[in-house]
C-alpha cells in the first residue's frame, strides 16, 4: 500500500498524522486556538522521526485544502509543499468538508432525534459547514457516499437556505459552522450532530483514494482553496 503524512490546519486544531497500508499509526492534536505555526513545526518532526524509526519511507503528503482559516491553511500547505519538494512525494489535496463527513460516516450510533439512536439513514444528506463571519457558513451536501450532490459554496443561514435539501429526506449539519444554523433551520428532517472536528487522522481513506486514481498535485503552483475559483462569490480571504 502506501505511507502518507497527513496534515491539517483549517480550523482552530492543528492535526498531523501518519498512516501506513491504511491503518493511522501516528496522530497529535493541538486545541490551542490558531497557534499552528508555534506546534505544526514540531509535530511535523515528531512525525518523521516516527517514521525514519521504524525505516517506513513516505509516499505523499496530503494536506487539507479548506476552506476554513487563511492563516492556518497557508501554514499547512506551505509545510506540506515544503516536505514534497524537499524528499520528492507527491502531494494529495483533501477537501475540508469532505474531510468533515468521515467521522459521521464512521459513526454507529447517530442522534436522531426525540431520544432516538441509530446507524446513518441511506438517504441521508451530509451538510458539513465551516464558519464565515458574520452569518455566513462555507458548506456543501454529500450522499452517504461522498458524492457531492451540491458542490463547496457560500451560504447566508436563513430558514429556507437548505430548505429544497431537507423536505423529503433526513439532512445532518455538523461542523464548526453548524451552531449558526441550530436556533434558524427547524424541521423534523433535520438534525445537528456535535463534536465533529477536521483532524488529520480522518484524513487517510481520502488522501489514499486521491493516491490510488492519480488525483495528485502540481508542489510548485498548488495553492489552497481561498485562492481559487472553487466557489462562486467566494472572497479571497476567508475569516
Known amino acids: 500500500m502506501s505511507c502518507i503524512l497527513h496534515i491539517e ?3 482552530n486544531v492543528c492535526s498531523v498524522a501518519v498512516s501506513d497500508d491504511s491503518q493511522v499509526i501516528f496522530h497529535q492534536e493541538k486545541h490551542d486556538g490558531t497557534n499552528h505555526s508555534e506546534h505544526l513545526g514540531t509535530m511535523v518532526d515528531e512525525a518523521i522521526s516516527f517514521t ?17 482559516s487563511y492563516t492556518g491553511l497557508r501554514i499547512g500547505v506551505s ?7 524537499g524528499r520528492d512525494l507527491k502531494l494529495l489535496a483533501v477537501p475540508t468538508l469532505e474531510l468533515l463527513c468521515v467521522p459521521l460516516l464512521l459513526r454507529e450510533n447517530i442522534d436522531l432525534g426525540n431520544g432516538e439512536k441509530g446507524p446513518l439513514p441511506d438517504d441521508a444528506l451530509l451538510c458539513p459547514m465551516i464558519d464565515a463571519r458574520r ?12 458524492f457531492p450532490l451540491r458542490k463547496t459554496q457560500a451560504d447566508i443561514v436563513e430558514a429556507d437556505t437548505y430548505k429544497q435539501w431537507f423536505v423529503g ?6 461542523g464548526n459552522g453548524a451552531a449558526k444554523c441550530r436556533d434558524i433551520i427547524n424541521h423534523p428532517n433535520v438534525h445537528f450532530i456535535d463534536g465533529i472536528e477536521p483532524l488529520a487522522k480522518w484524513m487517510q481513506p481520502l488522501a489514499e483514494r486521491r ?3 492519480g488525483q495528485t498535485e502540481d508542489v510548485a503552483y498548488f495553492v489552497p482553496f481561498y485562492l481559487k475559483d472553487y466557489v462562486a462569490g467566494i472572497p479571497k480571504k476567508l475569516l
Open 9 to 11: 490546519t483549517s480550523t
Open 52 to 68: 525514519d524509526s521504524h525505516a517506513i519511507p513516505f509516499d505523499a503528503v496530503a494536506v487539507s485544502c479548506g476552506p476554513g
Open 79 to 85: 509545510m506540506a509543499k515544503g516536505i514534497c519538494a
Open 135 to 146: 452569518m455566513e457558513v462555507y458548506s456543501a451536501i454529500y450522499d452517504r457516499s461522498l
Open 169 to 174: 429526506r433526513p439532512m445532518f449539519f455538523f
Open 211 to 213: 493516491l490510488i486514481d
